[in-house]
């Protein structure tokens, strides 16, 4: 007989990628399938957002037959209704950019957050979700435990669970992010396809990937595509360097270059990395939108050389499609990772993969702490870690600085 | 100076042998590295695995492609755009020199000294591994090796090339597979590779949302599976998805074999059929249920690889080149608790890293665990 309840409201935050649904599948899958806790899932809907609501239907009365039904904010989950979702690209949760610790109209909302957690009975919260949306679980357990503990006594108990996604890599305190192994081979297959219309014309490519501030994107796209040039925001690049580049290789008989550049990245003589005016409808995190960079990149290119270059934006695609193996068993580990804090007790816990293993750090670290970005040489601080970039060919590194033994025998 | 580097794959192929190869070409011929260590590198491509080493009769040595020689130059313009393309370019073979039966390990010996190789890449699985040691160990030829095998199965690294991509292509399969069933309530079985060890079975079966696992770590009851799929039915599922590995077998039962023998000089069994018995059986034992087997095969080693082969196939060859330059032999390239590195090459065979079934499986409801960091 289980011992105890503990109803679990679970919520998808930020850009949707592969991944997020195998990991809402296995929280539900793992909740449920535990003995010794009668557990209830609730699915919130799109993100933060849904904890900011004025009406709620009883969950009580909720059948997980049906979905998010007359536009309810909350459904309920059970091991049925999640069964097929490991399958499923994007969120079926939705997703929104909400952030209830920006004041709308000159009023902070993150009382009103509390209150709904209160009103649905929620003892755990698991939300999946990048920098920002993590970033609201942080400040909702400072605001339990340091800033107001005497005002949310009541709310002590609440456990919160983070789990990481973005396909940008470029979160703290984890070695892996939901949806990042999907982009990459998005990523590989449409440069696959350019690379066929490349040669054929003789046409240079330029494309510009996501990863925000990080190259991983870029870098480890760039280099299972094949990319000769690639361009991550962490090294300023030189134009007229990347054009001599590209020069020579064509000298040496190639037909065409592909060129991968992450939308973060900047030329050195610019003052920033390009970007779109306007930002994104209900955006309540970020001031600009990155973009831009890749059609900047191949008019410059062709100004300098007078060849056709063209350039794509791989966009929203790198967010789409289903999930590959390596997302679907990721999700499955990190849900099962967050249901298993859960059970111990644990809160403020982001779970994390370190070193190729699953553990978990406490969620503050994503704090403050700078975002995990590309090893770039030279740089004297990485003495056990390898390097990753080559800022001399503007492309992943050729050679291991760091290749540590494994064993403990002695070779001659 | 120049130096040379013969570089070979051996046993069943698979995506990922020719990103290692490119990147073995490529970092062995890369100006800069050439600069940085003084020498120049010479990369040959054995065609065959050791059969090239065996055979290789002092013919003129020929660009690739050329006069189909067993011994060949391989340059960086050469091998371009290997990466791309599954299989291996160099050709595979399962010739073991150091058949008892028939031992040629002379002529391999004599071939190495005939074509001046100051090292050696082997990348392959436990077979090419084992050769390579016996090469270093008693020998002393230069030799690094680079794990392969879809199976990871291989002691002292925790990937080895074309798992990924293999484990990919059972996922995308069993979503083919899953309309089928869903449509006529059928139950499938879905035999996959993985000899000896479930990780492809556990991977693939977790990754495409199997409900059933079965892995040669854990001998089943068929009784027990006949129940796992009528409670199934019987909580409104229109089927279930078996996944099992060809090396599972019944409580009590041999795993089953099929007759035909594999050009092999390593006295492997060929492992296969259990897919089959296993509808057969439960076929007969739960009338009101339908059984199809599906046994995917060499369609796991098939295809392009994955991004993620990609990449590791070029890490792995990277770390080959850098073990050469630094002079480190007898090792193989090793990606542990996710970094690069080197392990001794594996001599033992016979010996296979296997699925930590206490960790990782449920032994009641043959599947994955679904807790790992509780305790």
Excluded at chain 1, 11 to 20: E, K
Excluded at chain 2, 166 to 171: D, S
Aim: charged fraction near 25%.
């Amino acid at each position: 007989m289980p011992n105890r309840k503990l109803r679990l409201g679970i919520l998808t935050g930020g850009g949707d990628c592969p991944g997020l649904n195998p990991a809402i599948k296995w929280v539900v899958t793992a909740a449920m399938s535990c003995t010794d806790v009668d557990f209830t899932c609730l699915g919130l809907r799109d993100g933060w957002k849904s904890l900011l609501q004025d009406e709620y239907p009883d969950p009580d009365t909720l059948d997980p037959k049906h979905g998010f039904e007359d536009g309810a904010w909350i459904r309920l989950l059970d091991k049925s209704a999640v069964r097929t979702w490991d399958r499923i690209g994007g969120t079926n949760l939705g997703s929104s950019r909400t952030n209830p610790f920006k004041a709308i109209e000159g009023k902070d909302r993150s009382d009103k957050l509390l209150d709904n957690v209160r009103r649905l009975g929620l003892n755990a919260l698991i939300a999946i979700g990048g920098e920002d949306t993590l970033g609201v679980m942080n400040k909702m357990h400072k605001k339990i435990h340091e800033l107001e503990p005497e005002r949310h006594r009541d709310l002590a108990g609440l456990q919160l669970v983070g789990i990481p996604k973005t396909i940008d890599l470029d979160l703290p305190g984890t070695e892996y992010s939901l949806g990042f192994e999907t982009a990459v081979g998005v990523i590989v297959e449409e440069i696959d396809r350019l690379r066929s219309t490349a040669g054929s014309h003789r046409r240079t490519f330029v494309v510009e990937t996501m990863g925000r501030h990080a190259g991983h994107l870029a870098l480890q796209g760039g280099i299972a595509a094949g990319a000769f040039v690639i361009l991550i925001p962490e090294v300023k690049f030189n134009l007229a360097k990347v054009v001599r580049m590209l020069v020579e290789r064509k000298n040496e008989g190639a037909r065409y270059s592909i060129v991968v550049v992450a939308e973060g990245s900047q030329p050195d003589h610019l003052e920033k990395a390009i970007t779109k005016s306007t930002r994104a409808a209900g955006d309540e995190f970020r001031a600009d939108v990155l973009g831009g960079i890749g059609e900047y990149l191949a008019k410059e290119v062709t100004r300098a050389t007078g060849w056709e270059v063209r350039h794509v934006v791989l966009s929203h695609l790198q967010r789409g499609g289903t999930p590959v193996a390596f997302d679907r068993r990721m999700g499955r580990l990190f849900g099962v990772a967050a249901v298993d804090l859960l059970l111990k007790g644990e809160t403020g816990r982001m779970v994390s993969l370190q070193h190729g293993q699953i553990t978990h750090v406490p969620i503050s670290a994503l704090d403050g702490a700078a975002l995990h970005l590309v090893k770039v040489k030279p740089d004297g601080d990485h003495d056990q870690e390898q390097v990753e970039y080559d800022v001399d060919r503007y492309n992943a590194f050729r050679s291991f600085d760091v290749l540590p033994a494994f064993d403990q025998e002695v070779h001659a | 100076m120049i130096r040379r580097i013969g570089v070979l794959t051996g046993g069943g192929d698979c995506p990922g042998l020719n990103p290692a190869i490119k990147w073995v070409v490529k970092t062995a011929t890369d100006h800069s590295g050439m600069e940085k260590r003084g020498y120049k590198f010479d990369v040959l491509g054995l065609m065959e695995g050791w059969r090239s080493l065996v055979r290789y009769a002092g013919e003129p040595i020929d660009d690739y492609g050329k006069n189909d020689s067993l011994v060949c130059r391989l340059s960086e313009s050469l091998v371009q755009g290997w990466d791309r393309q599954g299989g291996t370019n160099l050709g595979s073979s399962r010739t073991n020199p150091f058949n008892k039966k028939h031992d040629t390990s002379h002529l391999v010996l004599e071939n190495i000294e005939a074509l001046d190789l100051q090292a050696l890449v082997a990348i392959g699985g436990e077979d090419t591994q084992s050769v390579a040691a016996r090469l270093w160990r008693d020998h002393k030829i230069p030799v690094v090796g680079i794990p392969k095998t879809i199976d990871k199965d291989l002691i002292g690294t925790d990937y080895t090339l074309g798992f990924e991509t293999a484990v990919q292509i059972i996922t995308a399969e069993v979503d083919r597979v899953r309309t089928t069933a869903g449509s006529h309530s059928r139950t499938f079985i879905v035999e996959v590779m993985g000899r000896h060890a479930g990780h492809l079975a556990l991977q693939g079966g977790i990754a495409s949302g199997a409900d059933v696992i079965l892995i040669p770590e854990v001998p089943f009851k068929l009784e027990k599976i006949a129940e796992i799929i009528a409670a199934r039915r019987r909580r409104g599922h229109r089927y279930s998805i078996i996944v099992v590995a060809e090396g599972a077998h019944i409580e009590g039962e041999a795993p089953v074999t099929s007759d035909a023998v594999l050009d092999t000089g390593f006295g492997h069994v060929q492992l296969g059929g259990i897919g089959e018995y296993m509808e057969k059986r439960l076929s007969d034992t739960m009338p009101g249920f339908e059984f199809r087997s599906v046994v995917l095969s060499h369609i796991q080693r098939g295809g392009m690889p994955a991004a993620y082969d990609r990449r590791m196939g070029r890490l792995f060859g990277v770390a080959a080149v850098n073990l050469i330059e630094q002079g480190k032999f007898g090792r193989m390239v090793s990606f542990r608790d996710g970094r690069v590195g080197h392990v001794a090459i594996p001599y033992q065979r016979h010996e296979y890293a296997t699925v930590d079934v206490d960790q990782t499986y449920d032994l009641d409801r043959y599947e994955a665990k679904t807790s790992f960091i509780r305790g």
